[in-house]
C-alpha cells in the first residue's frame, strides 16, 4: 500500500513535468502551426541558469529560480524573433527543420560552452527533505513539483480564457486572417505565446533540477519527445489536452514500470504515438481541423 | 484534417528515428555531420611512423573521450622528445568520432589514405566495434584503452567458436569480468543473500555487465530478485527504486555510468533503500553527483588505482600537462594503450620493415599479442585467446564522499 502510494507520486511527479512541457509545444503548435522542437532544449538551457546561477555565483536558490525562469523566457522569445518570424509565410517543412536547427544549434552550443559532461547541483539542491504523508516518505521535491505544476496549469488556463491576450491567442490560433483585420498584433500575440510557452519550459527546468540534480547538453531531447507524445495524445493545439496527456505519459510510464516491463517503458511511450495517430490522430481533445480552401 | 495528419506523419517518421538513434547507447541524438579534427600534414615520410587516434572529444560522454585523447598525446609527445622509435618520429592524427559507429568508420577510411600504420581508438564501446569491423579487413592493428564489451574482439561474445578480431587489442577488462567480478565481491566478501539491478536497454555496457552478473550470481546463490531497466537519456528512476526499495535486497548492482548512477543512488535513498551499491568502471567521478550520505560504502571496481606508486608519475605529469587531475581511469589506460602500440611499433620497426606495408602490420600485431607480463602503469599485460588483457580489479571505495582504493580484488 505504501508503496502504492509511492508510486502515485512517482507517476505524478514525472507526469506534471511531462505536462509543463507539452504545454508549450501545444501552444506554439495551436497558434502558429509551428512543432517547436527546440523547446526541450530551453529546458536544458534553464537548467544550466540554474546550476550557474547556485553553483557557480552562490546565488540563493529563489534568485535562481527567477533568473532561469527569466532566462527560458528570454530564450524562447528570441528564437521566435530570430529563427521563425522570418519564416512565417514559408511552408509549415521550412519551419518545422528550422525548428530541428535551433534545438542542434542550443544542444550543440552547451556542449562547447558547458562541456560534454553531466553537471551535478546534488550538494546544493534547490530543494532538499522528505515530508511523511501519512507514514509514507515522499520527497518534498515531488510535492513541490505537483504542486508548482498545478498552480501553473490553472494559472495558465485563468490567462488563456480570462484576459484580453489570451482571447487574443485563441483568436489568432482560430484564424489568423481574420484576427489581423480584427487589429489584433500578429507579431505581438505570437511572441507572447512563445514568451509564455517558454515561461513554463523555465519552471519545469527549475521543478527539473529540483527533483533529479543535473544539467547537461542533450537533457531536452528525450525529455521534449515525451512531452511531444503527451502532446499529441491530449490532443496537439489543446491546453487541457496537454495536461491530461503529460500526466497520462508519466502514468503509463510509471506503470509499466510496475508490471516488471521497465525495459519496454520507453517502447510504450511512442508506441502510444503510433496507436493515436493512426487510431485518432486528434488526440484525447483536438478538434478536427477542415481544410479551407 | 488532412494537412495535420501530414505533418504529423513526418514528424512521426522523425521522432521515431531520434528514437532509434537513442536507443543505441552512446549515440547521440544528433543526426552528427562528419567534422574530423586532424594535426600534422598530409602524407606520411620517411622517418615518421604514422598512427591515429580515433575517438568521442565532443557529444556525450566526451568527458571519457577527452582523458583519453589526452592521454595518448601526451604518451607519444614524450615518446618524440625521447628519441621516437629508432629515430623516427610517431605522428598522431586525432579524429572525432563523437561516439558514433558510422563516424568512426569514417575517420578510419580518412585516415587510411593518410598511410597510417596503426590506431588507438576508438573509446565507446559501439563505436569501436563499428571501427573493429573495418580494421579487420585491413588487419590494421587496433587497441582501445576502453572498450570492454566481450564483442570488441570476439566476432560473436555468444558463441565462443565464432573466432576473433586478431587485429583487436584492448588495454581495460572486459564487461563479464566486471560483472562477474562484482557478483563475486557481493557474495564472498559482502555475504550478500539478494541483489537487485537497474542498468540502461540497449546499452551494450550496460547489458554486458548486467548478464555476466546474472550468470555469476546464479553459481554463487546470490539471489538476484529484481532486474529493472530505463533508457538512454532518463532521469527519473523513482518507480524502478521504489520497487527495489520494496523487496529490500542486500546489494543493488547498477552496470551504468556516473551520472545516472548518482541519480538513481539519490532517488534509490529516497524511496528508503538501505542496500550497499555496486558498480562497474563506469561509476569513475561518482563521488559529484550524490550526497556523501547516500554514496557511503557504495563499491566499484576499476582499471586502475589511484595515487598509488606506478601512476604518480603519470597523475603529476597528466595535471601538468591539462591543467586538470587525472579526470578518470581512462586517461591513464589510454597512456598503457599508447604504450603497448609505440612498443610493438618499435619491434615492427626494429625488423627493417616498412611503416604502412601489410608486413609492418602484422609485425604490430604479433607483438601486441606476444606481450607477456609486459609492465605498464595500470598493472601488467598479457592477452588471451580473446585479446583480453589478464589484469586484476581495483576495488574503490566511496567513503566520506571521497572515492578511495581498498584492495585488488
Known sequence: ?293 | MKKMSKTLAVVLALVLCVGLFAGCGGTTASTSTTTTTQTGTQTAESGEITIAFIGNTTGDYAQYGIPVRNAVVMYVEQLNANGGINGKTVKLLEYDDKGDGIESVNAYNLAKDQGITAIVGSVLTGATIALADATVEDNMPQITASATAAGVTQIDPENPDSGIRANVFRACFIDPFQGEKMADYAANKLGAKTAAILFESGSDYSEGLKDSFVAKAAELDLEVVATEAFATGDKDFNAQMTKIAGLNPDVVFLPIYYGEAGLAITQGRQAGLTSTFLGGDGFGGIKDYATAEDLEGTVYCSGYAPGTDSVAQFEADYEAKYGEPVPNMFAPLAYDAAMLLCKALKAADDAGLAAGSDEFKAAVIADLKGNDGTVGITGSYSFDEFNNPIKSAAMIVVKDGAEVFSELY
Open chain 1, 1 to 293: 500500500m505504501a508503496d502504492f502510494f509511492s508510486q502515485v507520486v512517482n507517476a505524478l511527479q514525472l507526469g506534471s513535468i511531462y505536462a509543463l512541457v507539452a504545454l508549450g509545444y501545444s501552444m506554439v503548435y495551436g497558434i502558429i502551426m509551428l512543432l517547436n522542437f527546440a523547446h526541450g532544449d530551453i529546458i536544458m538551457v534553464g537548467a544550466y541558469a540554474t546550476y550557474f546561477a547556485v553553483c557557480q555565483y552562490g546565488l540563493h536558490p529563489l534568485v535562481a529560480v527567477l533568473l532561469a525562469v527569466l532566462i527560458s523566457t528570454l530564450l524562447g522569445v528570441l528564437i521566435e524573433k530570430a529563427a521563425y518570424t522570418p519564416l512565417r509565410s514559408a511552408p509549415r517543412l521550412s519551419l518545422l527543420i528550422t525548428a530541428i536547427g535551433v534545438s542542434f544549434l542550443l544542444e550543440n552550443g552547451a556542449q562547447l560552452l558547458f562541456g560534454a559532461d553531466t553537471k551535478s547541483m546534488v550538494k546544493t539542491p534547490l530543494i532538499s527533505g522528505t515530508l511523511n504523508l501519512g507514514g509514507v516518505t515522499v520527497s518534498l521535491a515531488a510535492v513541490i513539483t505537483i504542486v508548482v505544476s498545478v498552480i501553473a496549469m490553472i494559472a495558465l488556463t485563468f490567462l488563456v480564457q480570462k484576459t484580453k491576450l489570451g482571447k487574443a491567442m485563441r483568436a489568432v490560433s482560430e484564424d489568423m486572417g481574420a484576427a489581423q483585420l480584427m487589429g489584433i498584433s500578429l507579431n505581438r500575440t505570437i511572441s507572447f505565446t512563445f514568451a509564455i510557452g517558454s515561461f513554463l519550459a523555465g519552471i519545469g527546468a527549475v521543478l527539473h533540477v529540483g527533483s533529479y540534480f543535473q544539467a547537461s547538453p542533450m537533457m531536452g531531447s528525450m525529455l521534449g519527445l515525451k512531452a511531444f507524445v503527451a502532446a499529441v495524445l491530449g490532443g496537439i493545439g489543446s491546453i487541457p489536452g496537454a495536461m491530461i496527456g503529460g500526466f497520462a505519459i508519466g502514468i503509463v510510464e510509471t506503470l509499466v514500470t510496475v508490471a516488471g516491463l521497465s525495459t519496454w517503458k520507453d517502447g510504450v511511450v511512442f508506441a502510444i504515438l503510433i496507436v493515436v495517430l493512426l487510431v485518432k490522430p486528434t488526440g484525447i481533445l483536438g478538434r478536427p481541423m477542415v481544410e479551407k480552401v
